[in-house]
């Protein structure tokens, strides 16, 4: 089965909107990561007040922090995540919707490696704990977590709601499922100790310039490999 390629307007340009947010997302990550690279008094000092309230709550209800180490472990997992996101490249092969799949591939790849490269970039430690709950490795900015689940999530979400027929009831449904999973998933980062709320958003905002560029290059909404 063969998609039928979007015609585009010089008014109207899918890669136009995708440069506009590529432009947007790019310029508040690197106001954020200034600030955290010149650990900015403010940002610090908010960041360590989230992570002791929440600290507090996950030491005090172990059911509770046991139900978010299950969702960070293995519901929003990165590897469940990028399997999520392989199948969904094997679907869009199947369906020969080349530029759809090469987006794909080109969001698994680039954003693992982007996350990588700027967690030794900036090197900023975990939060640290006498009492922890929960433990991770790498350097704390960005969190892979929220930036996987943004980018996979924000994908999954653009070829749902473009390449189906579903009605208003599975649009609204899909939304809900992508929003709950990214911010969820950030929540648990931040509730269990790993990360400071900064790192979490710096993870969706690199996420989102990582999803926003490689849709821009790569141009998903049509059919074939040349536009």
Partial sequence: MHDAPLTETPAASPRGAWLRWLALLTVLFAVLLALVAVRWGPLMSLDRRIARGLHTVAVGHPALTHV???????????????????VATLWMLWRRA???????????????????????????????????????GYAAFPSGHAMTAAIVCGALLWLFLHRTTAGPAWRAAAWTVALVSVVGVG????????????????GWLLGGVVLAGSAALCAPWQAGWRT
Avoid: E, I
Avoid at 78 to 85: E, F, I
Avoid at 117 to 133: F, L, S, T
Avoid at 188 to 202: C, E, I, N, P, Q
């Fill in 98 to 136: 080349w530029r759809a799949a090469l987006w794909l591939a080109v969001c698994g790849v680039v954003g693992n490696l982007a996350s990588q490269g700027m967690k030794a970039a900036v090197g900023r430690a975990r939060p640290h704990w006498p009492d922890p709950v929960d433990s991770a």
């Fill in 68 to 86: 978010n180490r299950v969702l960070t472990d293995w519901v929003w997992d990165p590897l469940t995540m990028r399997g999520l996101l392989l």
């Fill in 187 to 202: 929540f648990t980062r931040v509730y269990l100790g790993v990360h400071w709320a900064s790192d979490v958003v710096g």
